[in-house]
């Protein structure tokens, strides 16, 4: 917060800039990029795992 307001400067109030800027976004957005952050590390090794398979080496020789 001390960063935003010495980038805003002392006629700004940071706080409410940052109440303002999550009240113009709906509430699903925070859900989704919450749930984007916990399924990017789950998925990640399950796709290098489903690479690895033997019927995914022979359908890339192709």
Not at 20 to 26: F, G, I, M, V
Request: no cysteine.
């Amino acid at each position: 917060m001390e960063y935003l307001q010495n980038i805003l400067g002392a006629g700004a109030d940071a706080r409410a800039v940052v109440d303002a800027t999550s009240d113009a976004y709906p509430d699903w957005v925070f859900v989704l990029t919450e749930g984007r952050m916990f399924l990017t590390p789950v998925a990640a090794p399950a796709v290098i795992v489903l690479l690895l398979l033997p019927s995914t080496r022979t359908y890339f020789r192709r």
